[in-house]
């Protein structure tokens, strides 16, 4: 309909411009000239720098109205039906044009579904370059244990069991990205001017992102959970201060551990906590290292996978320490699986791998202003000279993802443990650096459009609140299955809403209030703690 409506507006034009061509010979050539200017196309009156802005400008000026003086005005053509107006303009309209029209179309959706395409992965002069493509992979991750959970209870056909057991295994890239993501930040950081704020406010800074989305998640559970136990009130105080994995705390009476207190999917956070507070000495150690180092150091880490399955299966560290009662076996349980212990080879290994990034995927370009030696330039990506099996990373890693959950389903059965507690590391190593890179075909067609990376804004989000939106509607409309059919849609929905209106605006007031030096309560606490600790360490 739009294509028609262009076709008559330029028949109208194109006859108005002959009439008064006619007319306005007997006219001085002032007239004339003004009469022509005003049939002229608008493409002429704008300067663009680009063959799409001049497609556009042209295409905008078909449909224009005349802009006739009084006395040049026509008497109306004769009637024309609709189907001859634009029979006629079609034949009028230049071949050209509507392969433009398509090419236009094209451009302004291939922008709309990739809008970072333009900045091709540079973040400025002097900073390092965004790893945008890295938001994706975590939905992808998150998504996958939201799906274990919701059949861990249910039977289902051993089958599906076996690759739901799959999807668990993703919880340790969690950690492999936040330390990836930080070690890179602070290895892009060495050698600027800045003094290095202390260790509080560092965890301040951190907790500035994740901890407005995880207190409204806890009060939500406070608020629409069900009938709450003593040991769960008692466990409220460490959950508020994310303090409740760094123990493994179990209930006396029944056994049951801290996990399924409050918001148990936010025992990550807790154990994050912790590994923040040795990352920026991992950082410094691992940024004067040698890739045959780091290579090494990654596949120890791999190789550090095995101790869990050593430890928990049939309970052997249990049954070594003589160990027996519930409650025992329960906290060694949970301090592996859902602890620092069973996590800080993950995390090393991204730290690790941010360094092989680095010295693979980069390279260093000097500012061609500057005198030579100076060494003022900033870091770029090198996706001529990274490594081929870096340079499709994703593929090869989710390829090998889904030969072992299609192929060897058995072993997720039989190594739990392994798998679960790091033994995915190759397999996800391969996919972080391949996103990061950002030359792989999944991180540029797929990780880097528009739902994907909406999809990555609200995966943390998602992973957070999926214990609190099951619980609500398992009590409210059972769990049949419409009720599953509407559990994920409506998780994304509620995990949106907590990502717009509660993250997104605490984070935005904190980095103005930082901006404007506005220091607040938790500024002035923490500058008298690390005051009285600088003053405890000057007289040891």
Known sequence: MAAVKMGVGMLKDLEACEYVEARSTSKSSCETSRVSSSCSSNAEEEDTNSAEDDISTDLSSLGQPMNLQSEHRLQAPPTMSMEEHAKQALETVSPDVVPRVWAVAAARAFEYMYPLSKKNGDSGAGSAPRL?????MRWIGSIQIVIFHMYLFEDVPKSWRTT?????????????????????????????????????????RRLTVIY??????????????????????????????????WLPLVDGHDGGPWLQAWVPDAWFLSVLVLYWMILRPLSRFFAQRSLGFCMASLFGCWALSTLPQLFLHDNQLANWVGCQDV??????????????????????????????????????????????GSGKGRFALDSAGTPLLLRFGCCFGYG?????????????????????????????????????????????????????????RISYNQYLLQTV???WVVSSFGWDRTAKALYLPLLMVVAYCSQRWVERPYSDYQRWRQAKGIKGCDDRCIEVVDARCAVACACC
């Open 132 to 136: 945008d493509a890295l938001d994706a």
């Open 164 to 204: 739901t057991n799959w999807f668990s295994t993703w919880t340790q890239l969690f950690f492999l990205l936040s330390a990836f993501v930080l070690a890179y930040a602070e290895m892009m950081r060495e050698g600027k001017k800045g003094a290095e704020v202390s260790l509080l406010e560092y965890l301040r």
């Open 212 to 245: 407005p989305s995880f207190i409204f998640a806890l009060l939500l559970k406070v608020a629409i959970g069900a009938k709450h136990t003593k040991f769960e009130w008692q466990m409220l105080p460490l959950n508020v201060l994310l303090m409740q994995a």
């Open 327 to 372: 409650g025992c076996t329960t906290a060694i349980f949970v301090a592996i699986k859902g602890g620092a212990l069973g996590y800080i080879h993950v995390f090393v290994a991204g730290v690790a791998a941010s360094r092989v990034f680095v010295l693979t995927c980069m390279c260093w370009c000097p500012d061609a202003s500057s005198a030579g």
């Open 400 to 456: 090998l993802y889904l030969a072992g959950v299609l192929l060897t389903p058995f072993l997720i059965d039989d190594y739990h443990m392994f798998f679960h507690n790091g033994g995915m590391l190759p397999v996800m190593l391969l996919i972080l650096l391949g996103a990061a890179a950002g030359s792989d075909p999944i991180a540029v067609w797929a990780f880097r459009s528009k739902p994907m990376l909406l999809l990555g």
């Open 469 to 471: 939106v099951h619980g």
